[in-house]
Protein backbone atom coordinates (compact mmCIF):
# COMPACT_ATOMS: atom_id res chain seq x y z
CA UNK A 1 0.00 0.00 0.00
CA UNK A 2 2.85 2.43 0.93
CA UNK A 3 4.36 1.67 -2.99
CA UNK A 4 1.26 2.91 -4.34
CA UNK A 5 1.20 6.25 -2.22
CA UNK A 6 4.41 6.64 -3.47
CA UNK A 7 3.67 6.32 -6.86
CA UNK A 8 0.66 8.55 -6.68
CA UNK A 9 2.80 11.73 -5.80
CA UNK A 10 3.75 11.25 -1.92
CA UNK A 11 7.52 12.19 -1.97
CA UNK A 12 8.11 10.35 -5.59
CA UNK A 13 10.62 12.22 -8.19
CA UNK A 14 11.09 11.57 -11.53
CA UNK A 15 14.76 10.43 -13.23
CA UNK A 16 17.38 8.23 -13.54
CA UNK A 17 18.10 7.86 -9.55
CA UNK A 18 14.03 7.44 -8.74
CA UNK A 19 14.24 4.46 -11.42
CA UNK A 20 17.27 2.28 -9.61
CA UNK A 21 15.62 3.30 -6.40
CA UNK A 22 12.76 1.92 -7.41
CA UNK A 23 14.25 -1.12 -9.25
CA UNK A 24 16.04 -1.85 -6.12
CA UNK A 25 13.13 -2.23 -4.01
CA UNK A 26 11.19 -4.29 -6.93
CA UNK A 27 14.09 -6.68 -6.86
CA UNK A 28 14.14 -6.61 -2.55
CA UNK A 29 10.64 -7.22 -2.62
CA UNK A 30 11.12 -10.14 -4.92
CA UNK A 31 13.58 -11.56 -2.99
CA UNK A 32 11.65 -11.04 0.03
CA UNK A 33 8.37 -12.78 -1.02
CA UNK A 34 10.31 -15.79 -2.31
CA UNK A 35 11.71 -16.43 1.36
CA UNK A 36 8.80 -15.91 2.86
CA UNK A 37 7.04 -18.42 0.58
CA UNK A 38 10.13 -20.94 1.16
CA UNK A 39 9.52 -20.37 5.01
CA UNK A 40 5.77 -20.83 4.73
CA UNK A 41 6.16 -24.00 2.60
CA UNK A 42 8.24 -25.47 5.14
CA UNK A 43 5.67 -24.22 8.18
CA UNK A 44 3.18 -26.82 5.58
CA UNK A 45 5.33 -29.73 5.60
CA UNK A 46 6.07 -29.47 9.27
CA UNK A 47 2.68 -29.20 10.01
CA UNK A 48 1.76 -32.10 8.51
CA UNK A 49 4.51 -33.98 10.37
CA UNK A 50 3.16 -32.79 13.58
CA UNK A 51 -0.26 -34.24 12.24
CA UNK A 52 1.36 -37.33 11.34
CA UNK A 53 3.10 -38.10 14.91
CA UNK A 54 -0.16 -37.20 16.80
CA UNK A 55 -2.45 -39.18 13.93
CA UNK A 56 0.15 -42.25 14.81
CA UNK A 57 -0.49 -42.42 18.61
CA UNK A 58 -3.14 -45.19 18.07
CA UNK A 59 -0.41 -47.19 16.58
CA UNK A 60 0.27 -48.34 12.93
CA UNK A 61 0.27 -52.15 12.26
CA UNK A 62 3.87 -53.21 10.91
CA UNK A 63 6.33 -50.86 12.06
CA UNK A 64 9.45 -52.48 13.37
CA UNK A 65 11.86 -50.61 15.89
CA UNK A 66 13.50 -49.25 12.73
CA UNK A 67 10.37 -48.00 11.34
CA UNK A 68 10.18 -46.06 14.71
CA UNK A 69 13.35 -44.77 14.63
CA UNK A 70 12.83 -43.40 11.37
CA UNK A 71 9.66 -41.99 12.19
CA UNK A 72 10.91 -40.14 15.22
CA UNK A 73 12.58 -37.88 12.30
CA UNK A 74 9.51 -36.14 12.21
CA UNK A 75 9.77 -34.89 15.23
CA UNK A 76 12.16 -32.21 13.42
CA UNK A 77 9.17 -30.64 12.60
CA UNK A 78 8.54 -29.01 15.78
CA UNK A 79 12.51 -28.05 16.61
CA UNK A 80 11.47 -26.53 13.15
CA UNK A 81 8.39 -24.08 13.97
CA UNK A 82 10.71 -23.12 17.06
CA UNK A 83 13.85 -21.40 14.92
CA UNK A 84 11.20 -19.88 12.62
CA UNK A 85 9.07 -18.51 14.99
CA UNK A 86 12.81 -17.03 16.76
CA UNK A 87 14.06 -15.99 13.47
CA UNK A 88 10.70 -13.96 12.62
CA UNK A 89 9.91 -12.49 15.76
CA UNK A 90 13.65 -11.39 16.51
CA UNK A 91 13.69 -9.60 12.83
CA UNK A 92 10.56 -8.39 13.82
CA UNK A 93 11.96 -7.46 17.23
CA UNK A 94 14.96 -5.53 15.60
CA UNK A 95 12.79 -3.35 13.25
CA UNK A 96 9.82 -2.28 16.07
CA UNK A 97 11.46 -2.99 19.70
CA UNK A 98 9.75 -5.15 22.33
CA UNK A 99 6.56 -3.96 21.38
CA UNK A 100 7.04 -6.73 18.29
CA UNK A 101 7.14 -9.83 21.56
CA UNK A 102 3.88 -7.31 23.10
CA UNK A 103 2.14 -8.16 20.32
CA UNK A 104 2.76 -12.12 19.61
CA UNK A 105 2.42 -12.85 23.57
CA UNK A 106 -1.17 -11.30 23.09
CA UNK A 107 -2.30 -12.81 20.27
CA UNK A 108 -1.04 -16.06 21.39
CA UNK A 109 -2.00 -16.12 24.94
CA UNK A 110 -5.81 -15.87 23.88
CA UNK A 111 -5.82 -18.21 22.10
CA UNK A 112 -3.92 -20.69 24.62
CA UNK A 113 -6.65 -19.74 27.03
CA UNK A 114 -9.27 -20.97 24.78
CA UNK A 115 -8.12 -23.86 23.73
CA UNK A 116 -7.12 -24.89 26.89
CA UNK A 117 -11.09 -24.19 27.66
CA UNK A 118 -12.21 -26.80 24.71
CA UNK A 119 -9.60 -29.47 25.84
CA UNK A 120 -10.64 -29.64 29.16
CA UNK A 121 -14.31 -29.71 28.19
CA UNK A 122 -13.41 -32.32 25.52
CA UNK A 123 -10.78 -34.60 27.82
CA UNK A 124 -14.09 -34.61 30.26
CA UNK A 125 -16.90 -35.60 27.41
CA UNK A 126 -14.51 -38.08 26.22
CA UNK A 127 -13.65 -39.50 30.06
CA UNK A 128 -11.36 -42.53 30.52
CA UNK A 129 -7.88 -42.12 29.99
CA UNK A 130 -8.12 -38.80 28.29
CA UNK A 131 -9.52 -37.71 31.40
CA UNK A 132 -7.14 -39.63 33.70
CA UNK A 133 -4.58 -37.99 31.91
CA UNK A 134 -6.09 -34.07 32.50
CA UNK A 135 -6.32 -35.34 36.28
CA UNK A 136 -2.47 -36.71 36.41
CA UNK A 137 -1.73 -32.64 35.99
CA UNK A 138 -1.85 -29.91 38.57
CA UNK A 139 -3.82 -26.83 37.79
CA UNK A 140 -0.47 -25.12 36.98
CA UNK A 141 -0.04 -27.98 34.78
CA UNK A 142 -3.15 -27.43 32.51
CA UNK A 143 -3.62 -23.61 32.92
CA UNK A 144 -0.11 -22.94 32.28
CA UNK A 145 2.26 -25.63 30.50
CA UNK A 146 -0.26 -27.19 28.18
CA UNK A 147 -1.40 -30.25 30.22
CA UNK A 148 -5.11 -29.88 29.01
CA UNK A 149 -4.22 -31.55 25.90
CA UNK A 150 -0.85 -33.39 24.36
CA UNK A 151 0.13 -30.62 21.80
CA UNK A 152 -0.94 -27.49 23.67
CA UNK A 153 2.44 -27.52 25.48
CA UNK A 154 3.98 -25.52 22.46
CA UNK A 155 1.84 -22.88 23.22
CA UNK A 156 3.50 -21.91 26.30
CA UNK A 157 6.72 -23.13 25.32
CA UNK A 158 7.16 -20.79 22.23
CA UNK A 159 5.82 -17.71 24.81
CA UNK A 160 8.36 -18.23 27.59
CA UNK A 161 10.56 -18.62 24.67
CA UNK A 162 9.59 -15.11 22.89
CA UNK A 163 9.63 -13.05 26.38
CA UNK A 164 13.36 -14.23 26.87
CA UNK A 165 14.31 -13.41 22.75
CA UNK A 166 15.53 -9.75 23.65
CA UNK A 167 17.77 -11.65 26.37
CA UNK A 168 19.04 -13.81 23.39
CA UNK A 169 19.15 -11.20 20.75
CA UNK A 170 21.69 -9.47 23.00
CA UNK A 171 24.10 -12.35 23.13
CA UNK A 172 24.25 -12.92 19.78
CA UNK A 173 25.43 -10.10 18.70
CA UNK A 174 29.06 -11.67 19.77
CA UNK A 175 29.88 -13.98 17.05
CA UNK A 176 32.22 -16.09 20.04
CA UNK A 177 28.90 -15.94 22.31
CA UNK A 178 26.53 -16.99 19.40
CA UNK A 179 29.07 -20.32 18.50
CA UNK A 180 29.78 -21.36 22.16
CA UNK A 181 25.96 -21.32 22.62
CA UNK A 182 25.24 -23.39 20.13
CA UNK A 183 27.80 -26.21 21.17
CA UNK A 184 26.54 -25.67 25.06
CA UNK A 185 23.04 -26.21 23.64
CA UNK A 186 24.25 -29.05 21.07
CA UNK A 187 25.60 -30.50 24.32
CA UNK A 188 23.15 -30.14 26.63
CA UNK A 189 20.13 -30.96 24.50
CA UNK A 190 22.61 -34.75 23.85
CA UNK A 191 22.67 -35.22 26.89
CA UNK A 192 18.56 -35.51 27.91
CA UNK A 193 18.48 -39.18 26.81
CA UNK A 194 21.12 -39.42 29.66
CA UNK A 195 20.01 -37.62 32.46
CA UNK A 196 16.32 -38.16 32.01
CA UNK A 197 16.09 -41.74 31.39
CA UNK A 198 16.59 -45.11 33.40
CA UNK A 199 17.62 -48.75 32.85
CA UNK A 200 14.11 -50.05 33.17
CA UNK A 201 10.89 -49.51 33.23
CA UNK A 202 9.98 -48.95 36.74
CA UNK A 203 9.91 -45.22 38.47
CA UNK A 204 12.75 -46.35 40.85
CA UNK A 205 15.26 -46.64 38.42
CA UNK A 206 14.67 -43.10 37.04
CA UNK A 207 16.43 -40.00 37.91
CA UNK A 208 15.01 -37.35 39.83
CA UNK A 209 11.80 -35.76 38.75
CA UNK A 210 13.31 -32.27 38.62
CA UNK A 211 16.20 -33.34 36.62
CA UNK A 212 13.64 -34.69 34.49
CA UNK A 213 11.96 -31.60 34.20
CA UNK A 214 14.76 -29.62 32.94
CA UNK A 215 14.17 -31.65 29.85
CA UNK A 216 10.97 -31.57 29.53
CA UNK A 217 9.55 -29.95 26.43
CA UNK A 218 6.80 -27.72 28.67
CA UNK A 219 9.44 -25.69 30.01
CA UNK A 220 11.63 -23.03 28.37
CA UNK A 221 15.14 -24.71 29.26
CA UNK A 222 14.86 -27.40 25.78
CA UNK A 223 13.64 -24.40 23.56
CA UNK A 224 16.97 -22.03 24.87
CA UNK A 225 19.33 -23.36 22.63
CA UNK A 226 16.92 -22.66 19.51
CA UNK A 227 16.46 -19.67 20.99
CA UNK A 228 19.95 -18.54 20.71
CA UNK A 229 20.48 -20.40 17.00
CA UNK A 230 17.50 -18.13 15.94
CA UNK A 231 18.29 -14.98 17.27
CA UNK A 232 22.11 -15.38 16.08
CA UNK A 233 20.80 -16.01 12.71
CA UNK A 234 18.60 -12.52 12.86
CA UNK A 235 22.04 -11.10 14.13
CA UNK A 236 23.79 -12.37 11.17
CA UNK A 237 26.75 -14.20 13.56
CA UNK A 238 25.32 -17.39 12.38
CA UNK A 239 25.60 -18.01 8.74
CA UNK A 240 24.56 -21.65 7.49
CA UNK A 241 26.69 -21.76 4.41
CA UNK A 242 26.00 -25.61 3.52
CA UNK A 243 22.24 -26.23 4.67
CA UNK A 244 22.10 -29.30 3.77
CA UNK A 245 25.58 -30.60 5.54
CA UNK A 246 23.90 -29.25 8.94
CA UNK A 247 20.71 -31.24 7.88
CA UNK A 248 22.80 -34.52 7.38
CA UNK A 249 24.29 -34.32 10.48
CA UNK A 250 21.73 -33.44 12.69
CA UNK A 251 19.66 -36.07 10.97
CA UNK A 252 22.22 -38.60 11.94
CA UNK A 253 23.24 -37.59 15.41
CA UNK A 254 19.63 -37.37 16.62
CA UNK A 255 19.06 -41.09 14.40
CA UNK A 256 22.07 -42.35 17.24
CA UNK A 257 19.84 -40.22 20.20
CA UNK A 258 16.68 -42.16 19.33
CA UNK A 259 18.12 -45.56 19.85
CA UNK A 260 19.79 -44.43 22.89
CA UNK A 261 16.62 -42.99 24.72
CA UNK A 262 15.08 -46.00 23.18
CA UNK A 263 17.38 -48.00 25.34
CA UNK A 264 17.49 -46.27 28.20
CA UNK A 265 13.73 -45.46 28.40
CA UNK A 266 13.60 -41.71 28.07
CA UNK A 267 9.95 -40.36 29.08
CA UNK A 268 8.25 -38.90 25.96
CA UNK A 269 7.94 -35.23 27.49
CA UNK A 270 11.90 -35.26 26.87
CA UNK A 271 11.39 -36.24 22.91
CA UNK A 272 12.88 -32.97 21.71
CA UNK A 273 16.29 -32.88 24.40
CA UNK A 274 18.41 -34.10 21.24
CA UNK A 275 21.41 -32.64 20.48
CA UNK A 276 21.02 -33.81 16.67
CA UNK A 277 17.30 -31.86 16.28
CA UNK A 278 18.89 -28.36 17.12
CA UNK A 279 21.93 -28.69 13.92
CA UNK A 280 18.80 -30.30 11.89
CA UNK A 281 16.60 -27.22 12.74
CA UNK A 282 19.37 -24.99 11.48
CA UNK A 283 19.67 -26.74 8.62
CA UNK A 284 16.21 -27.16 7.54
CA UNK A 285 15.33 -23.38 8.08
CA UNK A 286 18.44 -22.18 5.74
CA UNK A 287 17.03 -24.83 3.24
CA UNK A 288 14.00 -23.25 3.70
CA UNK A 289 14.83 -19.73 3.23
CA UNK A 290 16.76 -21.36 0.04
CA UNK A 291 13.19 -22.68 -1.58
CA UNK A 292 12.92 -20.13 -3.83
CA UNK A 293 9.11 -21.42 -6.13
CA UNK A 294 7.42 -24.05 -3.67
CA UNK A 295 3.97 -25.12 -4.51
CA UNK A 296 1.07 -22.93 -3.91
CA UNK A 297 -0.98 -25.23 -2.05
CA UNK A 298 2.00 -25.58 0.59
CA UNK A 299 2.73 -22.45 1.05
CA UNK A 300 -1.15 -21.82 1.32
CA UNK A 301 -1.07 -24.54 4.21
CA UNK A 302 1.56 -23.14 5.74
CA UNK A 303 -0.09 -20.04 6.21
CA UNK A 304 -2.79 -21.61 8.25
CA UNK A 305 -0.49 -23.80 10.14
CA UNK A 306 -1.44 -22.45 13.64
CA UNK A 307 -5.19 -23.35 12.52
CA UNK A 308 -4.74 -26.69 12.27
CA UNK A 309 -2.22 -27.24 14.74
CA UNK A 310 -4.74 -26.33 17.08
CA UNK A 311 -7.94 -27.95 15.29
CA UNK A 312 -6.32 -30.90 14.04
CA UNK A 313 -6.70 -32.84 17.59
CA UNK A 314 -10.18 -32.61 17.48
CA UNK A 315 -10.85 -33.66 14.40
CA UNK A 316 -8.42 -37.14 15.26
CA UNK A 317 -10.62 -37.30 18.56
CA UNK A 318 -13.84 -37.40 16.81
CA UNK A 319 -12.71 -40.47 14.58
CA UNK A 320 -11.19 -42.39 17.23
CA UNK A 321 -13.92 -44.61 17.31
CA UNK A 322 -14.09 -46.04 13.93
CA UNK A 323 -10.01 -45.92 13.37
CA UNK A 324 -8.72 -49.29 13.79
CA UNK A 325 -6.25 -49.75 16.83
CA UNK A 326 -3.47 -50.17 15.40
CA UNK A 327 -4.42 -49.26 11.86
CA UNK A 328 -3.19 -50.58 8.48
CA UNK A 329 -0.56 -48.68 7.12
CA UNK A 330 -2.35 -47.79 3.75
CA UNK A 331 -5.18 -46.00 6.20
CA UNK A 332 -2.38 -43.99 8.00
CA UNK A 333 -1.45 -41.44 4.79
CA UNK A 334 -5.12 -41.17 3.82
CA UNK A 335 -6.29 -40.48 7.44
CA UNK A 336 -3.54 -37.24 7.55
CA UNK A 337 -4.14 -36.11 3.97
CA UNK A 338 -7.88 -35.69 5.56
CA UNK A 339 -7.21 -34.39 8.46
CA UNK A 340 -4.84 -32.03 7.26
CA UNK A 341 -7.18 -31.11 4.30
CA UNK A 342 -10.22 -30.63 6.37
CA UNK A 343 -8.56 -28.73 9.32
CA UNK A 344 -6.77 -25.93 6.92
CA UNK A 345 -10.38 -25.78 5.32
CA UNK A 346 -12.04 -25.03 9.15
CA UNK A 347 -9.24 -21.87 9.24
CA UNK A 348 -9.70 -20.56 5.76
CA UNK A 349 -13.39 -20.58 6.11
CA UNK A 350 -13.89 -18.56 8.76
CA UNK A 351 -11.23 -16.22 8.20
CA UNK A 352 -13.43 -13.36 7.15
CA UNK A 353 -16.45 -14.44 10.06
CA UNK A 354 -16.35 -13.94 13.72
CA UNK A 355 -15.06 -17.67 13.90
CA UNK A 356 -11.43 -16.39 12.88
CA UNK A 357 -11.01 -15.84 16.74
CA UNK A 358 -10.99 -19.55 17.11
CA UNK A 359 -7.26 -19.55 14.94
CA UNK A 360 -5.77 -15.73 15.06
CA UNK A 361 -6.29 -13.34 17.53
CA UNK A 362 -3.77 -10.65 15.93
CA UNK A 363 -4.55 -7.24 17.51
CA UNK A 364 -5.76 -4.65 15.34
CA UNK A 365 -3.56 -2.83 12.50
CA UNK A 366 -3.60 0.43 11.71
CA UNK A 367 -5.68 1.34 8.64
CA UNK A 368 -4.18 1.82 5.52
CA UNK A 369 -5.05 5.38 5.20
CA UNK A 370 -3.36 6.15 8.74
CA UNK A 371 -0.25 4.35 7.15
CA UNK A 372 -0.68 7.22 4.16
CA UNK A 373 -1.17 10.11 6.15
CA UNK A 374 2.51 9.03 8.26
CA UNK A 375 3.91 8.37 4.41
CA UNK A 376 2.69 11.48 3.17
CA UNK A 377 4.20 13.31 6.22
CA UNK A 378 7.81 11.55 6.13
CA UNK A 379 7.34 9.59 9.15
CA UNK A 380 5.96 5.90 7.48
CA UNK A 381 8.81 3.05 8.91
CA UNK A 382 10.70 1.84 6.30
Not at 176 to 195: E, H, K, S
Not at 235 to 248: E, M, S
Not at 280 to 306: D, E, K, N, T
Amino acid sequence: MLDADVHQGVGYKDGPAATTASSSRTTASVATRRRHNGVDATKGVAIVAVVAIHASFTGVRGMSHMTLVAFAGLSLAVPVFMVLSGVLAGEELTRRGPVAIGRRVARLLPLYVLWTGIYVVLSDLSGGSDLAKLRGFSALGVLVFGGAWYHLYFLPALMQLLLVLPLLMVLARSRALARAGLVAGAVFLALGPVLSGSTGFDSHGRHHHLLVAVFTSSYLFVWLPYGLVAAAIVAGTLQVRRPALWLAAGVTVFTLEAFEALALHAPSTTSYARGGLLLAAVGAFALAQRWASPPRWIVGLGRYSLGVFLLHPVLLWALRPVIPSPMPLWLFPILIAGIVVLSAGVAAGVRRTPGRFLFDYRLPQRSSLYRAARAHNGTAPS
